[in-house]
């Protein structure tokens, strides 16, 4: 899953932000975005153009989190609502088990899910104030 490239959309109209400029950080995240480009009911979406500032658990200091994507689609009733929207293996959207070793990787699980949470609370709390939906996708989702 860890492979980046650029992202070259056919529809550039609905791209909000520089269309040439488009980042995937996973073939997860290229799937989404060449469905938001070919779905008919995305107006318009973005990749990465936000920054939501949040308190890391842990250094207890100010970071940004760069959602991965905003999008504004047309509902089934004709209106149009906006989704805020990251993609992350289901891995890092639960807590870790505890185990009897503390291993560096479970440092690192605790440590990945303590900043999902920040992240994800401060980006619910952004949505809450736009009257926007934030929805964390993961293989599940995505049908992996």
Not at 85 to 99: G, H, L, T
């Amino acid at each position: 899953m860890a492979y980046t490239g650029k992202f070259t959309p056919k529809n550039p109209q609905k791209y909000v932000g520089d269309y040439t400029k488009i980042t995937y950080r996973s073939s997860w995240e290229a799937r989404v975005m060449t469905w938001l480009d070919k779905e008919p009911n995305v107006i318009s979406w973005a990749s990465e153009e936000l920054a939501i500032p949040y308190i890391s658990p842990v250094d207890g200091k100010r970071h940004r989190y760069f959602p991965d994507f905003i999008v504004k689609v047309k509902n089934k009733d004709g209106k149009v609502s906006t989704m805020m929207i990251e993609v992350k293996p289901q891995k890092q959207s639960v807590e870790p088990a505890k185990r009897s070793r503390v291993t560096k990787q479970y440092i690192t699980e605790v440590m990945t899910y303590g900043i999902n949470q920040a992240k994800w609370k401060a980006a619910q709390e952004y949505c809450l104030d736009k009257g926007w939906q934030f929805k964390v996708l993961t293989e599940k989702e995505l049908g992996l």
